[in-house]
């Protein structure tokens, strides 16, 4: 006779997702998302003149570095597993324009040769602001104490073409002015550099997880903010229609900024776009984690691969990250 269950007894269960989680190895084989150290990008900062790389107090770990030394820096992150690097400059000498930034001797061109030279295996991105080389801090032109949005655009063609010049694989554009893509892909063919590539700061947002940043780029503006230009956090429809004007303008990538408050906007514009997408983890990201992990709060690598894992998952294809040594070393074996 066949068995019968007493009353009151479930039925086996057929369906038990815990099998597939039983093993480490079982939890490897299955895993939807990963952290690659292909996938991401390193942030470097140049500043002027020589000497050790100087250290900054809200973000350990990260350094300014002489042009003499950015070359060194970059082959041994490549040795590592980093495959690219995000070249940001601080300023020589700024004014009001911020004539430096496109200087063909000036930090971030003479940092791209050198890296070229270097680690000529790295995918070489170059930011494209002004903030860092004007008085004010903004990150356009000022007239009478606003910034004029086309004035700027014209002049971040020129930044681009001076980093596509010295051997930039692809400018990105932050200064979040309406047609900076449109006016940086004119200046850029124009000038015989049709083969770059543009990675949009397309839904970059005011927030206030910049602060450590502006502390190392010496960027914080000397009157008012950024929330004309950049976008406000509270609108994502908005963020969508930045990224769209973008890639109509002919941006190959498109970034979100800051990762983990816009995670939304990552799946949705996954969901939406089919250009590679990029997330930056930004300074305040990464100067919490760092406090949290010296406070004894939290592990900090289970804590950097947990929240890199989600900003992938999003729909991320790149990150730019501070923590990207720090997951190469891992991945290779070397290092907590």
Not at 255 to 265: E, G, I, Q, R
Request: hydrophobic share 45%; proline share 5%; net charge positive.
């Amino acid at each position: 006779m066949p068995h019968r269950r007493g009353a009151g007894v479930a039925p086996p269960l057929r369906t038990r997702l815990r099998r597939l989680r039983r093993t480490a190895a079982l939890r490897e084989l299955v895993a939807e998302t990963t952290v690659d150290p292909r996938r991401l990008v390193y942030p470097l900062f140049v500043r002027p003149g020589t000497g050790t790389p100087q250290s900054v107090p809200s973000m350990p770990g990260v350094f300014r570095y002489s042009v003499a030394d950015v070359g060194r820096v970059a082959a041994e992150a490549a040795r590592e597993g980093i495959r690219a690097v995000l070249v940001f400059g601080v300023a020589r000498r700024k004014d009001a324009d911020g004539r430096d930034a496109w200087a063909p001797d000036g930090l971030v061109p003479s940092s791209v040769r050198v890296i070229r030279r270097s680690a000529p295996e790295l995918v070489v991105l170059t930011d494209v602001c002004l903030c860092a080389y004007t008085t004010h801090g903004h990150c356009g032109v000022v007239r009478h104490r606003e910034v004029d949005n086309d004035a700027s655009a014209e002049r971040l063609g020129r930044i681009a073409t001076a980093h596509a010049r010295a051997g930039a694989d692809i400018v990105a554009p932050s200064a979040m002015m309406d047609g900076q893509v449109a006016a940086i892909r004119d200046a850029l063919d124009t000038a015989g550099f049709g083969s770059v590539a543009i990675l949009s700061y397309a839904s970059k947002h005011a927030s206030a997880f910049y602060g450590p940043f502006r502390e190392l780029e010496q960027s914080t503006p000397s009157f008012g903010d950024r929330r004309s230009y950049q976008m406000d956090y509270r609108n994502a429809r908005e963020a969508l229609r930045e990224m769209e004007q973008d890639v109509a303008e002919g941006a190959d990538l498109l970034m979100v900024k800051p990762a983990l408050t816009s995670l939304d906007l990552l799946a949705r514009a996954r969901a939406r776009f089919s250009v590679p997408l990029a997330a930056y983890q930004v300074s305040g990201e990464y100067a919490t984690l760092k406090a949290a992990a010296a406070a004894g709060v939290v592990e900090e690598a289970a804590a950097v691969d947990e929240t890199l894992t989600a900003i992938r998952r999003a729909g991320a294809d790149l990150v730019v990250t501070y923590f990207a040594r720090d997951v190469a070393r891992r991945a290779q074996g070397v290092g907590p």
